[in-house]
């Protein structure tokens, strides 16, 4: 190919994912695909004709969300990604190729998606065991966990794209060893992150109608890094008898590009074995999990360095993306364009890939050692948290970028 890709970018010919962006100077929001440290600024692709129809696709393009673009189809949009790829893939420089390209470390990012719908499950067995443990010592996982993908129905309107400064939340809490009927109002003071992996929806689906597994690929236009803030006091004091509420509304961070399902496609691989078998409207064929190795670093407001506190792995869902989908329409539910279903916390068999402070601390009991003499068992203020995402084979590899936040 012509154009000049660091050998470790996340942004690699076989990615090509999608995002918005404005580029530096410039006020109006497009569409783009990454590659390496170049966006191809898909309007003005458009624009020379390259993928047909141009005053249709320049117009689509140059929209400030990717929601119309996505809803055009699959066969649309990976046929577009293509028409990309092909001209990446040329041996010589293309005639007038620098007017595409925009420097990708200078533009601004922008949420790529209008979230109509956000849904956040419950999917990481680890998870759910360390949290159980916690919380109920003699039945970690209640009798439900193995049956189906819990999940709950969150805030849209507070999913901001990654950079975004993050605010600490106030709420009622219960402070250590209070009574029940001695609740106080205050910031809260177990902030957390959530290592997750959110699903982009890309096909809508009638009210009354499932998705049943052997289609939920075409409902899912690609994949998101995610992080699920979370006021772990504030929660534990709410989230009797209905579930998350003011420990979690409050900000979700995603990254800002989109990486399409058919990118991932080469990293498929089995997922654990489930025990009991699901019911039948949950069982797929062929692998259902995707090998993303994921991990979340800390650097703090005074320290100059940033330490990886969790390495974890999207193949230890125990629950697909596709049961996730299936599940959630399986009652009829209609999903829309831009819809965002998150996995939840992502923690692994080792107790370095736990996905939370939450669990690596073990409540705020074991302070977690960081560079430069310094300890957490939750966030605080000044704290920058990033979430990096790669899936490799040894021949092809697809990064997802980073989704950060600074608390504030």
Same mark, same amino acid.
């Given at each position: 190919m012509?154009?000049?890709?660091?050998?470790e970018?996340d942004?690699s010919?076989y990615?090509?994912?999608? @995002?918005?962006?404005?580029?530096?100077?410039?006020?109006?929001a497009r569409a783009g695909? %990454?590659?390496?440290d *170049?966006?191809v600024d898909?309007a003005?692709a458009?624009e020379?004709?390259?993928f047909g !129809? $141009?005053?249709?696709? !320049?117009?689509?393009l140059e929209?400030p969300?990717l929601n119309?673009?996505?809803?055009?189809?699959?066969?649309?949009t990976s046929?577009i990604? #293509?028409?990309?790829?092909?001209w990446?893939?040329? =041996?010589?420089?293309p005639?007038?190729a620098?007017?595409l390209l925009c420097d990708?470390?200078t533009?601004t990012?922008l949420?790529?998606?209008r979230v109509?719908?956000?849904?956040?499950f419950y999917?990481s067995?680890? *998870?759910a065991?360390?949290?159980? !443990?916690?919380?109920?010592?003699?039945?970690?996982?209640l009798p439900?966990? $193995?049956?189906?993908?819990?999940?709950?129905h969150? #805030?849209?309107?507070?999913?901001v794209?990654?950079?975004?400064p993050?605010k600490?939340p106030?709420?009622?809490?219960? =402070?250590?060893g209070g009574?029940?009927?001695?609740?106080l109002f205050s910031a809260?003071?177990?902030?957390d992150?959530?290592?997750?992996? %959110?699903?982009?929806?890309g096909?809508?689906?009638p009210?009354g109608?499932?998705i049943?597994m052997?289609?939920t690929e075409?409902?899912?236009?690609?994949?998101?890094?995610?992080?699920?803030?979370s006021a772990?006091?504030?929660?534990?004091?709410?989230y009797?008898p209905?579930g998350?509420?003011l420990g979690?509304?409050?900000?979700?961070?995603?990254?800002?590009w989109?990486?399409?399902?058919?990118?991932l496609?080469?990293? $498929?691989?089995k997922?654990?074995k489930?025990?009991?078998a699901p019911?039948?409207?949950l069982?797929?064929?062929?692998?259902?999990?995707?090998?993303?190795?994921?991990?979340?670093?800390?650097k703090?407001?005074?320290s100059?360095?940033e330490t990886v506190?969790?390495r974890s792995?999207?193949?230890?869902l125990?629950?697909?993306m596709?049961?996730?989908?299936a599940h *959630?329409t399986?009652?009829g539910?209609?999903?829309?364009v831009?819809?965002?279903?998150a996995?939840?916390?992502?923690s @692994?068999p080792t107790p370095?890939?736990?996905?939370?402070?939450?669990?690596?601390?073990?409540?705020g009991?074991?302070?977690?050692?960081?560079k430069d003499?310094?300890?957490r068992?939750?966030?605080?203020d000044?704290?920058?948290?990033t979430?990096r995402g790669?899936a490799?084979n040894?021949v092809?590899?697809v990064?997802f970028?980073?989704?950060?936040?600074?608390?504030?």
């Amino acid at each position: 190919m012509w154009l000049s890709i660091p050998a470790e970018s996340d942004f690699s010919i076989y990615n090509l994912p999608f @995002g918005i962006f404005k580029p530096a100077g410039q006020a109006t929001a497009r569409a783009g695909i %990454a590659i390496g440290d *170049h966006i191809v600024d898909l309007a003005k692709a458009a624009e020379t004709g390259m993928f047909g !129809k $141009r005053r249709f696709f !320049k117009k689509i393009l140059e929209q400030p969300t990717l929601n119309d673009f996505i809803a055009l189809g699959k066969p649309i949009t990976s046929r577009i990604r #293509r028409k990309v790829q092909e001209w990446l893939e040329l =041996p010589t420089k293309p005639e007038g190729a620098d007017q595409l390209l925009c420097d990708r470390r200078t533009a601004t990012m922008l949420l790529p998606v209008r979230v109509p719908n956000y849904t956040d499950f419950y999917s990481s067995i680890e *998870h759910a065991t360390n949290v159980g !443990k916690m919380f109920r010592p003699d039945n970690p996982l209640l009798p439900n966990w $193995r049956w189906l993908p819990v999940g709950y129905h969150g #805030r849209a309107s507070s999913i901001v794209v990654s950079g975004t400064p993050v605010k600490r939340p106030s709420g009622q809490i219960l =402070p250590p060893g209070g009574a029940p009927d001695t609740p106080l109002f205050s910031a809260t003071r177990q902030l957390d992150f959530e290592l997750e992996v %959110a699903l982009v929806i890309g096909k809508e689906n009638p009210l009354g109608q499932p998705i049943p597994m052997e289609k939920t690929e075409e409902y899912i236009f690609g994949l998101v890094l995610f992080n699920d803030w979370s006021a772990r006091d504030i929660q534990r004091w709410e989230y009797v008898p209905l579930g998350p509420f003011l420990g979690k509304n409050f900000a979700s961070s995603i990254s800002p590009w989109i990486v399409p399902l058919e990118a991932l496609k080469p990293f $498929r691989v089995k997922g654990p074995k489930q025990t009991p078998a699901p019911l039948d409207y949950l069982q797929g064929k062929g692998p259902q999990n995707i090998d993303i190795a994921l991990e979340v670093s800390i650097k703090p407001a005074n320290s100059k360095s940033e330490t990886v506190v969790s390495r974890s792995n999207t193949k230890y869902l125990y629950w697909s993306m596709a049961q996730q989908l299936a599940h *959630h329409t399986v009652n009829g539910c209609n999903v829309q364009v831009g819809d965002l279903l998150a996995s939840g916390t992502i923690s @692994g068999p080792t107790p370095d890939g736990a996905g939370s402070l939450l669990e690596l601390s073990w409540g705020g009991k074991n302070p977690l050692a960081l560079k430069d003499n310094i300890t957490r068992t939750f966030l605080e203020d000044g704290d920058t948290v990033t979430i990096r995402g790669k899936a490799a084979n040894g021949v092809a590899h697809v990064g997802f970028g980073e989704v950060t936040g600074k608390i504030v």
